[in-house]
């Protein structure tokens, strides 16, 4: 089974300044880990994915990732935030392996809105 | 643009009756997922299928069926509506059989009046 927790439901940053959305996991296996970004009325888009190897992933528009497993976290940042950046992130899970339908699903977190000031 | 295509965009309906979702996946994508999202209940599986075969489910109702056709198209079937389903479905869809790079279409939103 798996699990996400996202630590906020909404952040708010000033345009240049760091962005973090936290994000904790639960996993009865090794997991795959994602982090998806929806804009209004928009599906979602990958930003970036852990499936095994380097812990630290780079991603699109300048977000990366760290996965740490001693505290199954999968923290997303991003140094300096853009207007552009405004949109609801989702971190996600999934079974790592390839047995039981378990290793089918996505599982996503509640999401964090981001909001970026001029 | 996602590759992944769904059909109505917008749907509205009374309760009590029948709707079908349509999906096609990104070409050469075996796996197509369903999502369903709500203000209460997030983002949640409903069932993938993949090459034509349910692989895995999650929390689908009965009232709810889905089928992938030999040219592996997608229909969600939401049946005996209630006011509760109101909300926007997703079909996601990845080469494999694992969604480690899925990709999202633009979602179906059902109103339930």
């Known amino acids: 089974a798996q699990s996400v927790t996202q630590l906020g439901s909404h952040v708010s940053v000033s345009e240049g300044a760091l962005v973090l959305l936290r994000c904790n996991y639960s996993s009865s296996v090794p997991p795959y880990l994602f982090w998806y970004v929806q804009y209004p009325n928009q599906g979602l888009q990958l930003l970036l994915k852990?499936?095994?190897?380097?812990?630290l992933v780079k991603g699109i528009n300048g977000f990366e990732a760290e996965f740490k497993k001693s505290e199954t976290s999968f923290h997303l940042t991003k140094p300096s935030a853009h207007m552009s950046d405004a949109a609801e992130y989702f971190c996600?899970?999934?079974?790592?392996?390839?047995?039981?339908?378990?290793?089918?699903?996505?599982?996503f977190g509640q999401g964090t809105i981001l909001t970026v000031h001029p | 643009d996602s590759g992944v295509t769904q059909t109505p965009k917008h749907l509205i309906t009374a309760t009590g009756q029948r709707v079908t979702l349509r999906c096609s996946p990104r070409s050469g994508d075996l796996s197509v997922y369903w999502y369903q999202q709500s203000l209460d209940q997030g983002l949640q599986f409903l069932i993938q299928y993949y090459n034509g075969e349910e692989r895995a489910k999650g929390n689908i109702l009965e009232r709810f069926s889905a089928q992938q056709f030999p040219d592996l198209h997608s229909e969600l079937n939401l049946s005996s509506l209630e006011l509760g389903d109101s909300a926007l479905y997703f079909c996601a869809s990845s080469v494999g059989p694992q969604p480690t790079e899925a990709f999202f279409g633009q979602g179906t939103r059902l109103t339930v009046v």
């Open positions: 852990y499936t095994t190897g380097a812990t």
């Open positions: 996600a899970v999934t079974l790592a392996g390839a047995g039981g339908t378990s290793y089918g699903k996505l599982t």
